[in-house]
């Protein structure tokens, strides 16, 4: 058996065991459960050190002489402290740094990725020689009504009492369905990208998998 062949065997015996949960539980597709975490794992190891450790921090210490590059694997050996119970303060200690690392990471990249969106909502909502109302109702107003409803559900601290809270209900209320909506096209999307792949794997069984033995056939053919 050629070493195409036997991949091609390998990969529809575990699309094979993987799908056997489709009619209950049972020990064939926990073990190829199995392989497939370890095998992701084993892969997430490889990648974690070509993308990252041996160009950020093996390279340089290495090749380009940066001896206090030595320090990184300590101090991420201190996050296993959190099992001792005497030196704890260590693991908090640095989870905080890495924490506080991240958070202002994310606080410096937070407005070129989303200030674009926050000006984006300003639309205009009177037509102009650029866009006509048609484009303006169906559109940009059908938008501020969506944004502002929306945003309206989340004002937990106003009570919906006396005539400004019950109109706020309401926008609440109206809020809350098109999130609902949002939430149903993001689902269905979901699923549908989930049936697409199982669509990828039987066209591999039938294609790939069956249509080998087409040849096979054809040469015992009467």
Not at 85 to 109: K, S
Not at 120 to 139: E, Q, S, Y
Not at 148 to 175: C, D, K, N, Q, W
Request: aromatic fraction near 22%; include cysteine.
């Amino acid at each position: 058996m050629n070493p195409e062949t036997a991949i091609l065997w390998a990969a529809a015996v575990a699309t094979l065991g993987v799908y056997t949960i489709l009619y209950r539980e049972n020990p064939i597709s926990r073990l190829f459960e199995h392989i497939f975490v370890g095998l992701s794992a084993g892969y997430l190891i490889v990648f974690i050190w070509a993308q990252n450790l041996e160009g950020k921090w093996w390279n340089p210490m290495i090749h380009e002489r940066k001896w206090y590059w030595v320090f990184a694997p300590i101090i991420g050996l201190l996050f296993y402290f959190i099992y001792s119970r005497r030196f704890l303060w260590l693991a908090r200690l640095v989870m905080g740094l890495f924490f506080g690392t991240a958070a202002g990471y994310f606080f410096r990249e937070f407005f070129p990725i989303y200030s674009p969106q926050v000006y984006a909502c300003f639309k205009p909502l009177r037509a102009d020689a650029t866009i006509g109302w048609a484009d303006v109702i169906l559109h940009n107003w059908l938008f501020a009504i969506i944004l502002l409803t929306v945003m309206s559900y989340f004002f937990f601290s106003i009570p919906h009492e006396g005539r400004f809270g019950r109109t706020l209900g309401r926008s609440a209320l109206l809020g809350r369905w098109f999130l609902m909506i949002a939430f149903g096209a993001m689902f269905g999307n979901t699923v549908m990208a989930r049936i697409s792949l199982f669509i990828g794997r039987v066209q591999f069984l039938l294609n790939e998998w069956l249509g080998s033995f087409l040849p096979w056939f054809a040469q015992r053919g009467p």
